[in-house]
T-cell receptor
Framework: RKEVEQDPGPFNVPEGATVAFNCTYSNSASQSFFWYRQDCRKEPKLLMSVYSSGNEDGRFTAQLNRASQYISLLIRDSKLSDSATYLC???????????FGSGTKLNVKP | NAGVTQTPKFQVLKTGQSMTLQCAQDMNHNSMYWYRQDPGMGLRLIYYSASEGTTDKGEVPNGYNVSRLNKREFSLRLESAAPSQTSVYFCASLDTPRYEQYFGPGTRLTVT
């Protein structure tokens, strides 16, 4: 079983739509959670960390559900520039090793 | 500020050839990583170095070796390339307080 699983998509949405991605993780010892963004043929870049109480950064909201072992990313008012692959990443306490999901592809259409 | 740099950007090898991928970071980070990314597979960890002088295997270490030359540099060596090693290779370093990984631009390797 993979450490981190994501729906690969693609999610095709119109501009202005709200879209949500989920990601599940298998190890209950996972401690730190992140969403990275990867544009086509580019390197991944940190979008946001995910905190236990949930957190928001502009149009982006991340939530963590430890009981069900999943994290989510909500994007409101989608822009064309949001088109990318979103990678879910988890880390266990005290270990500097990270586990990546295979990514969810988002296409925002005009 | 260069961040994480990788060389080369592209490489084509024949089966059985060897090569070394170079990575350097100028952010004074302790931990560095090598990942490979294949279509539909996400990033898989090959090796990592938690600090200068240490290296550890990740999920897919077979066929690779690494050297943490100093705090800045972390190289990945393919001793005898195989077609299964055709992939995009990313190097990364870790900003420990924030646990944010910074990635290099990647090396696109094709083994024929």
């Amino acid at each position: 079983r993979k450490e981190v699983e994501q729906d690969p998509g693609p999610f095709n949405v119109p501009e202005g739509a709200t879209v949500a991605f989920n990601c599940t993780y298998s190890n209950s010892a996972s401690q730190s959670f992140f969403w990275y963004r990867q544009d086509c043929r580019k390197e991944p870049k940190l979008l946001m960390s995910v905190y236990s109480s949930g957190n928001e950064d502009g149009r982006f909201t991340a939530q963590l559900n430890r009981a069900s072992q999943y994290i989510s990313l909500l994007i409101r008012d989608s822009k064309l520039s949001d088109s990318a692959t979103y990678l879910c990443v988890v880390n266990m306490y005290g270990i500097v090793q990270f586990y990546f999901g295979s990514g969810t592809k988002l296409n925002v259409k005009p | 500020n260069a961040g994480v740099t990788q060389t080369p950007k592209f490489q084509v090898l024949k089966t059985g050839q060897s090569m070394t991928l170079q990575c350097a970071q100028d952010m004074n980070h302790n931990s560095m990583y090598w990942y490979r990314q294949d279509p539909g597979m996400g990033l898989r960890l090959i090796y990592y170095s938690a600090s200068e002088g240490t290296t550890d295997k990740g999920e897919v270490p077979n066929g690779y070796n690494v050297s943490r030359l100093n705090k800045r540099e972390f190289s990945l060596r393919l001793e005898s390339a195989a077609p299964s090693q055709t992939s995009v290779y990313f190097c990364a370093s870790l900003d420990t307080p924030r646990y944010e990984q910074y990635f290099g631009p990647g090396t696109r390797l094709t083994v024929t």
